[in-house]
């Protein structure tokens, strides 16, 4: 059945300026022709076009291990500007790859910046999210930070959607981004595929495609799906291992959150539950909620802003009351994490990312720019969690990121490269600040931890690591 262009414009569109992710039915849903896959994407395709830049495509493979120990590679993109010069600030767009035609590509062309993201998507990833996805996520960052012609010292990352998930997760697990960018993120893989999706399932149960009641996440959740049989049950703690809510406090870097009120593939309320309506539009059932229950495992029920450092996030909230917007994205300098609500009104069956009628969106220009010109020295702060998050990697211990002994010591995923990663992430915030202020917040973070001895083992032979690195 043909979809009517018009309706998938008026029920999708949004100014998402800045965002950078294709959502998960772009490029590949066969009931779509391209025309109306664009307007799946948290691109910006809105705005006035921009002036357009001539830029130079590198299609290159990155290897990485897998959960199960085979080694697997898929294909990254490095765009530059044509005629560019030297290492280049970059946006790294994960999980997703690039719409060559949106003009957030454009707009990072023309302030000279390189952009990266993985090609050749398959949607066989987005079943994987949390699992083989985030090792490979992972991988392809690591190989971007040491590719000729990248400023290491200037890389922010920026994704939507499961995109957006991905970009939390790396900037929680790694050093060395100077910020991130989350827009519309599932932070709670629980209660997103294993109790929002499968409800909204049950609902859309012996309907045909074009006719599901709930539509949108209709088309896209079995894609998903397969995220359920990665966790060997409720009580699975990898559910709250795998969630950027369990590692909150380890952003390291600005990170701003994007987030509508009438989001029905990503419910706000993981995000945060003050702007949460306990309503919905009619088109749903009576007895549906989009808000979390206060009974799953562990942290599970708890918001990504109730996980936070209270004194270190900012939350603010935009209503559009009716009327159409476009704003520059807010954020808090002093802040390491803000989260922007659009408040776009209740959710609905035929909601997206947005409420059924979307009324615009913000642009993060402003935000790329400020972090570009600060670099990572001045963006990346030390914090306990993150440091500890890196010694478990390092012991060999990562429930994200498992570590294999049996493989190739040169591909990601084994052991022996991540503690080479981990050594260099440290050293370049020792060169960029001190050794001694570096090893005196180390030391102070692992007193009192879980495994206070082995990290202390660990640290000593890291920071020697550390002298010699940053000697060379």
Known sequence: ??????????????????????????????????DEQSVFTLQNENQAEPQKREFEREIFDVDYV????????RPVAFYRPKGAEGDLPLVFVPHYPLDEKSGDFQMCLNNGWACAAPYDFQNEYNGVLGT???????????????????????????????????????????MGAAGVVANSPVTNLYFNFHIHFLKCDEINRGFDIPERPILIQGMISALFRPNNDCFSGDDDPKWEALSPISMARAISSPTVINHFTGDILVPIDQVTKKYTYDEHEDDLPQDFTARMGDDY???????FEEMCDPNELSLSVYRAEGKPFLIDMPYAADKLVSINVYDDGKTGAKASHT?????????????????????????????????????????GESKQLPAHVEVDDAIYGSLTLYRQEIVEELARYAANHSLKELDEFVQTAIVGSE??????????????????????
């Open 297 to 303: 495992p562990g942290n599970l029920s708890r918001s």
């Open 1 to 34: 059945m043909k979809m009517n262009k018009v309706f998938f414009r008026t029920i999708l569109c949004v100014a998402f300026t800045g965002t950078l992710a294709v959502s998960a039915v772009a490029k590949s849903n066969p009931l779509l022709d391209e």
């Open 451 to 472: 495994n206070e001895t082995k990290y202390a083992e660990a640290w000593e032979t890291i920071k020697s690591q550390i002298q010699v690195v940053n000697k060379q």
């Open 66 to 73: 897998k959960n199960d120990g085979t080694i697997d590679a």
């Open 355 to 395: 409420a059924r009628v979307a009324l615009g969106g913000y642009r993060s220009e402003p935000f790329l720019q400020e972090i570009m010109a600060k670099s990572l020295k001045e963006t990346e702060r030390l914090v306990p969690e993150k440091i500890l998050l890196m010694l478990e990697r390092y012991c």
């Open 132 to 174: 083989d996805n985030l090792v490979f996520n992972n991988a392809a960052l690591h190989a971007l930070r040491h590719k000729e012609g990248v400023d290491a010292e200037r890389i922010i990352i920026s994704g939507g959607s499961a995109g957006g998930y991905t970009a939390l997760m790396l900037g929680e697990l790694q």
